[in-house]
């Protein structure tokens, strides 16, 4: 029997009752004349009235074309004369909204059982993105934030500004911007005469942070910085008020305050999921090797392993938490001999009091292979995060009891890309004039405990900081999640 004929004897047999969609896709799997078949289809569950598989329900907008117009021929003839099967082309019921924010709701085909996908992304049109200029073309600008663009909804790389005519001239050719949109570090200032630029990303060795982030606002443009937001809590402050008197916006670039996985931590934790939060031990470390690199200067990095990536212990768990530590205790250790830790520290091991007698034990270093977890302990249960500070590779694990047994959970989310996110939330504040969730006092809030912790360590005994009433003291509101 022909395909088309087995088509046509289900059609006959399920005629005045429901064929199944199963049933239908599996022989127009096979390459039959889905056109035919779903206008006889349709007209046999009409009993025999007009209507088409793609029909919708009444009020709901929706595209494509009515199968019953289209060619009811089974096969494709190439131009090379070969034959490949064919269906019909045809779009199911869509919601298409108007609202450039609203996404496209497509027709649902998943059951509740697997985790759902979706919303459909609604990215802004190009000229209605922000606009941003790259300072800085080193190793974060070029394998990171520029390839993030393209997973942006909301913002768009306009210009660059480097020390380097050579990289300018590459990287602006490869993301399509403007050799007139190429900045040297002396002609910084110009970037106030191009309409294009709402942003300034400053991707800069740290100890430039406060220097760049107050010229660029005096051009009145809005600034993302990248952690840690300078070297000192000093700097920090002259930053923020730069901005205020500017009228500009400022955000720091906690990414992970933006990340799924920690971000379901967050709630996990502050939803006490398994009862209060009682510890947390958390670990940063990676190894260098370059000591004339400008993350083993002093002067240019500001200190060793902790601003650089202690600092993620740190400011995660004062995310996870929502409270702020109200004294520290710090140990460091550099390998005496070693060129790479002249000036700055090699490790650190510090531990942070919070309020209800919440400890947070971390280590961070730069003499060990790659490893970056927390884990927190609340009373009925844990939550541990490995590569939780990493770009990527996010694992989420939970422990709780159960009667006589020992439940060990893998939790799974959709990984975003930081940046991406990141991004598009501070074109979000642009857009639509509000703070960011990281403004810079939640980055000056990091220099002063971070500056208690050197205290300590020089010191050798625990250092006090002034009490913080409330959660969230540091942050802005909540962002949209994308
Ligand atoms: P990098 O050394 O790879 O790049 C730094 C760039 O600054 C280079 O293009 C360099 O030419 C330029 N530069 C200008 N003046 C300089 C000077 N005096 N000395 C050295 N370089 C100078 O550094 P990076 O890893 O891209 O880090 C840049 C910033 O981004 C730092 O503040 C760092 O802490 C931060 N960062 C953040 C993340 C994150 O995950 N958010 C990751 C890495 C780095």
Known sequence: MSITNELLNTVLRHAGQEVSRKEFLSLAGRGLAVGVAATTLASCNSGGGSGSAAEAKPGTPTTGTPAAEVDASTTYTAPGGQTVPSSEAVSPPAKVPAGVDQPIELEAWKSDVDPQSGPVPTPLPPEQRVGYAIVGLGHLSLEEILPAFGECKKSKPVALVSGSPEKLKKVAAQYGITPESCYSYQDYEKLKDNPEVKAIYIVLPNSLHAEYVIRGASTGKHILCEKPMATSARECELMIDACKKAGVKLMIAYRIQYEPYNRQ?????????FGK????EAQNSQSSAN????RHKKALAGGGALPDIGLYCLNTSRFVLGTEPTEVFAYTYSSPGNPLFKEIEEMMSFQLRFPEGVVVNCVTDYNTHDSRFYRVSAERGWIHVDNAYAYTGQKLQTSHAEGPAKMQN?????EKNQFAAEMDHFSECILKNQPP????EEGLQDHRIMEALYQSAREGRPVKLPAVQGTDVFRGPEPKQA
């Open 437 to 440: 969730h990281t403004p810079g």
């Open 277 to 280: 939060p009682k510890y947390i």
């Open 265 to 273: 931590v967050r709630d996990m934790v502050r939803n006490s999921k």
């Open 410 to 414: 893998q939790i799974t989310l959709s």
């Open 291 to 294: 000591p004339e690199h400008w």
